[in-house]
Nanobody, 121 residues
């Protein structure tokens, strides 16, 4: 299974971006999907996750109410809509696939290459 994240860029604080994750080489509906991020000099952290059907989602407290994860199994795509962006959201964002809905990075066994999001103040 290959994952490719894209859609990152430079945005001003308060702005929005939508990240996309294209999944190939496997059946997306078999996997729980997640987004993680890693800021410069910091550990990778959980952002959001969605179960196989899209019916259950979970978010880190830091993004709750601002970010929305969604998926389209027919198109093999996963999305992260990010609104009200803050400078502290600046990071490389990774999409990943797991066997179930999870906020734990060690439960994810397929990872994309990451896309950089920079939020200016």
């Amino acid at each position: 299974v290959q994952l490719q994240a894209y859609g990152g860029g430079l945005v001003q604080a308060g702005g929005s971006l939508r990240l996309s994750c294209a999944v190939s080489g496997g059946t997306l509906s078999r996997y729980g999907m997640g987004w993680f991020r890693q800021a410069p000099g910091k550990e990778r952290e959980f952002v959001a996750a969605i179960n196989w059907s899209g019916g259950i989602t979970t978010y880190a407290d830091s993004v709750k109410g601002r970010f929305t994860i969604s998926r389209d199994n027919a198109k093999n795509m996963v999305y992260l809509q990010m609104n009200s962006l803050k400078p502290e959201d600046t990071a490389i964002y990774f999409c990943a696939a797991a066997g179930r809905l999870s906020a734990l990075d060690h439960e994810y066994y397929y990872w994309g290459q990451g896309t950089l999001v920079t939020v200016s103040s």
